[in-house]
């Protein structure tokens, strides 16, 4: 095997001149293209890149990546492969308000000396550095203002398969973001895997708008065009939050076939475009549209069929996939033009961690099958593997699988050297739990979010999706589990208020609170409406549960209205 350079390196001579990638936005209602490079062109500039950072001394160390959507970022992402420093890809503050805060933290973590950007946020970078005491220990860099040397200048540096490639600093959905290190065989691995669910095309043209800070964004959109040898249409994650339609008007100019998002976005996607946008569209050549990062939902897939099918959308360009950064993306999915797997199973062996076909059960959607990776369904506490149709947590084993978490031994064995009872191992414990049907990987939830009442096992996504669907006023939701005497199930809902019509706070609270402790047959259930914006999530769009229970508990949610029982009213401030 070789490094993913040397693979990169023989398709940019293969397809140099023929292949590109298109940043691209919308103005008044038109496409516009700011920037477009051939292989070839971003191949130069990566060199350049690679031979500064090379004689800058940063080989072996890492360095913090703060861009825009553009193609400055893949250049220096690129040009840190090309010379041995361990891109770290995080975002700016446009796109997250907490990013400084968790610049800061890596920085620390990961002994940043060196913070690469662009020259229009150079300047705010360089001032927050020394208002945050950094400015000694770390220098800002703007690469695109920088001289930098002849591409013929860089020498190829020597990287095996094991070589560190970039560090992918997680979410923390239930926990405090960790530094994932990924290896150049890593890259290599998954990459081939997406390439082989994809059909293995020869070319082939893909559209997206995911941020490139996160693993979804960067590995299944920006490296794989590379990787595969086709073209790349992409857009902000700003801009498609913005101008929902700008995501279908891209595959429907450029011929996409395949594109990637998760689970939100396609709901965000079916909310925001309007009758007349659908004018013109053509999505036909869509072949295969990835869903993954989150549940994927049955209500999502079939609303984007009857919205969109009009203008090309088939069913069977559904990948529905599950993967993970400790993975590096991948670990199971949807081969092209297999559409989804959708199951019913009793929900009351759900609850049992059994998984029991049944015609009126519960839908679930499947995530397709592994490639090349191993994926067992293991008991999180006794290591014993469980058979097809037992719920436990997913474990994952094979190259995709990261070498660990950065400077975090004690963690990195736990969760990246696990060994099944019989000793055979090592496993990557997910922490999601799930099961497998008819060789298909169902995951039903987050280990550490798992609500248990009354020994039955209640999944806080259930909860959520159900609290959405009470009435249009009701958006995000985080729901927990806190014990006061006994169990009790929490949600925490964000409320809209031109969208309540003659309900007031307390009239939907009820109603949520009445239709949950009906639809999950609870004797109660505990409601609190928060503005927008009040429940946390990652940088990725994930709910924070973890951080919400602990927000709770420390009384520091202050709410529209609560419907609490009696234990647990003294955690919520009086005077709504």
Not at 436 to 442: I, P, R
Request: with cysteine; net charge negative.
């Amino acid at each position: 095997m070789t490094s993913f350079v040397h693979h990169l390196r023989t398709q940019v001579a293969r397809h140099g001149d023929d292949r590109w990638y298109a940043l691209v936005d919308e103005h008044k209602g038109e496409l516009v293209e700011l920037e477009r490079v051939t292989f070839a062109e971003l191949d130069g500039r990566a060199r350049s890149a690679g031979a500064w950072l090379a004689g800058a001394g940063l080989g072996g160390e890492a360095a913090l990546l703060l861009y825009p959507t553009g193609l400055e970022f893949l250049r220096v992402f690129l040009g840190c492969l090309y010379s041995r420093v361990i891109a770290v890809p995080s975002p700016l503050p446009s796109t997250d308000p907490r990013a400084l805060e968790r610049a800061e933290g890596i920085i620390k973590d990961a002994d940043i000396r060196m913070v690469l950007t662009d020259t229009a946020n150079a300047p705010m970078l360089t001032s927050w550095l020394r208002e945050s005491g950094l400015d000694g220990r770390v220098t800002c860099v703007a690469t695109d203002a920088a001289a930098m040397p002849d591409p013929d200048a860089w020498e190829p540096p020597e990287l095996e398969p094991g070589a560190p490639a970039y560090l992918q600093y997680t979410s923390g959905s239930t926990s405090e973001p960790r530094g994932v290190l990924l290896s150049h065989g890593n890259l290599l691995h998954n990459s081939a895997q997406i390439y082989t669910i994809l059909g293995r095309p020869e070319d082939g043209i893909g559209a997206g708008w995911l941020p490139h800070y996160h693993d979804m964004g960067l590995i299944g959109l920006l490296l794989q065009p590379l990787y595969a040898g086709g073209s790349l249409a992409f857009a902000s994650p700003v801009s498609f939050v913005m101008r929902p339609a700008l995501w279908p008007r891209m595959i429907s100019r450029y011929r996409a076939q395949y594109t990637v998002a998760p689970n939100f976005a396609y709901e965000w996607l079916v909310r925001g475009v309007k009758d007349e946008q659908l004018t013109g569209l053509d999505l036909s050549s869509l072949a295969w549209a990835l869903n993954g990062a989150e549940p994927v939902r049955t209500s999502t897939l079939e609303k984007v069929v009857r919205r969109f099918g009009e203008v090309g959308f088939r069913r069977e360009a559904w990948a529905p996939g599950y993967g993970m950064a400790e993975a590096t993306l991948l670990v199971t999915g949807t081969q092209r033009g297999r559409g989804p797997v959708v199951g019913r199973f009793d929900p009351a062996a759900l609850e049992q961690d059994r998984a029991e076909p049944a015609a009126e059960g519960v839908e679930l959607v499947g995530c397709g099958r592994p490639i090349d990776l191993t994926v067992r369904i293991v008991h999180p506490e006794s290591a014993e593997s469980l058979p097809d149709g037992r719920i436990g947590e997913i474990w994952v084993a094979g190259g995709s699988v990261a070498l660990g978490y950065w400077q975090r031994a004690e963690t990195t064995g736990e969760t990246f050297r696990a060994r099944l009872a019989t000793g055979e191992g090592p496993f990557l414990r997910t922490g999601d739990l799930g099961f497998v049907h008819d060789g298909e990987l169902y995951v039903t939830g987050r280990l550490k979010d798992l609500i248990i009442v009354n020994g039955r096992n209640i999944y806080p996504q259930d909860v959520e999706e159900a609290s959405r669907d009470v009435h249009p006023a009701a958006r995000a939701a985080a729901a927990f589990g806190v014990e006061a005497g006994r169990e009790h199930v929490v949600l925490v809902q964000e409320v809209r208020p031109k969208d309540l019509g003659d309900l007031t706070y307390a009239d939907l609270a009820r109603r949520i609170k009445g239709e949950l402790a009906r639809a999950f047959g609870l004797p109660s259930m505990n409601v609190v409406l928060v503005q927008r914006g009040g429940v946390g999530k990652t940088t990725s769009g994930k709910i924070q549960r973890r951080r919400m229970r602990e927000t709770f508990l420390a009384g520091r949610i202050t709410p529209l209205h609560a419907e609490l029982e009696p234990e647990l009213r003294a955690l919520i401030p009086t005077g709504e």
